[in-house]
């Protein structure tokens, strides 16, 4: 099967995604990277070029080779020597830029810190002291579990900074998944805090910490930051508050001069097609991906104010918070809370009020904005912006467009970032001041990534559509599953014998050379023998007034093979009926061709998602098919699906 999707119509012409933006003269002049010769210079010589990107870090000792190439298995910049913490952190001290403001950090209720890059040197040296002193040593695995505070950042840079592996597991996380993440990785040291702040409530991380901790042996230490003042229980001789430990801690700890190939952290996939997978990834290769395209996609300048508002707890927190940022001495906002809160206009009053030049979110916040309306982006002044980023999902052009306008003022070039927890950094997207951007694409793979359509038997598709592959090895690949090296194997090596990384997406690539993604192969849906994406029929979807967000999947059709069965989100002040549902089924067969005629639409107020905020159609197929609901650990909200469930049988 290869998801090529459906020839278009002449409606093309009117569809948002054959339309192209430019960068603005001025974004262009001053962009860091100007010269398309960039990916020439790559191509020409990929390893000299990553070997010059690394030049970018202080290494203690450089490498002697560049890449070590036993497939599946890479090592970057073999026998060099740094310090990821260092890197972030001493090295800017060292430049005088210590007084430089590193992160200004809101809370939801209203607290707010800010925090030079000498204020945070100064906590990640006690704490990597602290860690030290409760026998935590090089090599060992430290669980992160806390809420979106300054403190997540110190600990990750304080594992790095004495060579221990942390895994973040984000806050949201219930009490056995926090305990099987635990278990997986074998961490020596939990690292939580009493609670924090979600929609004006406390949540209670301590006790569900404490849930978890019943049944994970390996942990011998958990330690408490105290963020909302909540009483929780401390288990004498296992439980220490941070501020407790910090008191006493001494004011320096030597950064570890670590292998490039040592561990920097394990981190599980969101689990949006199944159950997640503990992602390797490893010092020298990673860092010096996530500090170059940090500086190439974002064009971080120093008197920047960039805002990624992920949780540290996915790999955007990892790769574009903490590591590729503060590498490159960026100047950042960490907000803890939510979006709609106190008001929906939240995000809007922290770009005016820190003045954000750059914002990187998801597709999903961005359609729920659409769904709330222009009055709360309009409230606020977002002149400051000049560059707007989106990953997780494949955008609509239509949340695209709306983004482009409403919230860049046709100003802002727009960076559609495609990666992968397992690829470590962004692969495919445009350098915003040179790509002509096509909203919908990713654009095409960056410098030095080098990424191809195949089809089944593994041939190239030069355009058509196919599975993405990417076709050599990456600094910040991926080095395995942790602790199941057959799984590494089998889901990313089996498609093509070994040949080719599978990443598990169905891309089509058009005339231009631009990607487009369709959708997780596992969800292109066969109808009367033509695949179909699901990105196109959601799109489509979407691109009705009243529409905000849609999820398709294919359902078991006696006649066609697959039925195509949408799930549809109105927007605020749209009522389901009868003749919305005829509407919306013409209007999918206008756009796309009747083949991709939704057989039955259901309106809901929301569809199942992973905690990242990807949609899970996997457990929407479930429902339509009447099965067992399949691995439910990341759902965000059991709700919706028990309510899904009832609305499908009484249709
Ligand atoms: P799991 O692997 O456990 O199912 P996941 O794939 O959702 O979870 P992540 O590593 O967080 O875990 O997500 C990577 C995936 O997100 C990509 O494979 C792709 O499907 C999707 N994705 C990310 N960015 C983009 C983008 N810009 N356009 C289209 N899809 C994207
Ligand atoms: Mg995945």
């Not at 479930?622 to 650990?633: N, P, Q």
């Amino acid at each position: 099967m290869n998801p090529v999707s459906q020839p278009k119509t002449q409606m093309d012409d009117l569809l948002y995604e054959s339309r192209t933006f430019e960068p603005s003269e001025i974004f262009k002049t001053h962009a860091n990277i100007k010269d398309p010769a960039i990916y020439e210079q790559a191509n020409k010589d990929r390893l000299k070029f990553w070997d010059h990107c690394a030049r970018r870090l202080e290494w203690y000792k450089p490498w002697d080779r560049v890449l070590q190439w036993d497939k599946p298995f890479a090592k970057w910049f073999v026998g060099g020597k740094l310090n990821a913490s260092y890197n972030c952190l001493d090295r800017h001290i060292k430049a005088r830029l210590g007084k430089r403001v590193a992160l200004f950090w809101e809370g939801e209720n209203g607290d707010s810190k800010t925090l030079t890059y000498q204020d945070i040197y100064e906590q990640v040296n006690k704490m990597s002291a602290a860690f030290k002193s409760l026998g935590v040593k090089k090599g060992d695995r430290v669980a992160i579990y806390l809420p979106m505070i300054p403190e997540a950042v110190f600990a990750m840079l304080a594992c790095s900074r004495i060579g221990a592996v942390h895994t973040v597991v984000f806050g949201g996380f219930s009490a056995e998944a926090l305990r099987d993440r635990i278990n997986d990785a074998q961490a020596k040291l939990l690292i939580t805090a009493d609670g924090g702040y979600r929609r004006g409530s406390m949540v209670a991380l301590k006790i569900t910490a404490d849930t978890a901790l019943e049944e994970t042996p390996t942990i011998k230490n958990v330690m408490v930051v105290q963020r909302t003042g909540q009483g929780v229980a401390m288990k004498s001789g296992r439980d220490h508050w941070w501020h407790d430990l910090i008191k006493t801690a001494p004011a320096y700890c030597p950064p570890e001069p670590m292998d490039a190939e040592d561990l920097l952290f394990i981190l599980y996939t969101s689990g949006t097609t199944g159950k997640p997978k503990g992602i390797v990834h490893t010092t020298g290769g990673y860092l010096t991906a996530v500090n170059t395209t940090t500086y190439w996609v974002f064009d971080l300048k120093p008197n920047d104010i960039f805002w990624c508002t992920a949780d540290v707890g996915w790999v955007t927190g990892h790769s574009y918070i903490v590591y590729g940022p503060m590498s490159n001495g960026a100047t950042q906002v960490m907000y803890e809370g939510a979006p709609d809160f106190p008001e929906r206009n939240r995000f809007w009053k922290i770009i005016e009020k820190y003045k954000v030049t750059i914002l990187y979110t998801a597709p999903t916040a961005i359609r729920a904005f659409m769904k709330w309306g222009t009055q709360w982006p309009q409230s606020c002044n977002l002149s400051s912006l000049r560059l707007l980023g989106t990953v997780g999902e494949p955008i609509n052009p239509q949340a695209w467009v709306w983004y482009y306008e409403n919230i860049g003022h046709s100003r802002c070039p727009i960076v559609d970032t495609w990666w992968q927890t397992e690829t470590g950094s962004i692969m495919i997207t445009s350098l915003p001041g040179i790509t002509t951007m096509k909203p919908g694409s990713a654009t095409k793979p960056l410098p030095g990534i080098e990424a191809e359509i195949l089809n089944e038997e593994g041939e190239i598709i030069k355009e058509g559509g196919g599975f993405l592959s990417i076709t050599s090895p990456w600094p910040s690949m991926l080095r395995g599953i942790w602790d199941d090296p057959q799984r590494y194997s089998q889901t990313y090596w089996n498609k093509w014998q070994g040949q080719n990384y599978f990443a598990g997406d169905g891309t089509k690539r058009d005339k231009d050379g631009y990607f487009w993604f369709l959708g997780r192969v596992d969800d292109i849906m066969l109808v009367a023998g033509h695949n179909i994406s699901t990105a196109e029929v959601e799109s489509a979807l979407v691109d009705h007034p009243m529409v905000a967000e849609s999820a398709v999947v294919g359902v078991t059709d006696e006649i066609k093979g697959q039925a195509i069965v949408a799930f549809v989100i109105l927007k605020d002040g749209n009522k389901p009926s009868p003749q919305a549902e005829e509407a919306l089924k013409n209007h999918v067969a206008q756009k796309i061709g009747s083949l991709a005629k939704p057989k039955q639409i259901i309106f809901t107020a929301d569809v199942p998602k992973t905690r990242s905020g990807k949609i899970m159609r996997r457990l929407l197929r479930d429902i339509a098919e009447g099965r067992a609901l399949g691995d439910v650990t990341t759902l965000a909200d059991a709700g919706v699906i028990a309510s899904l469930k009832q609305k499908y049988d009484e249709v």
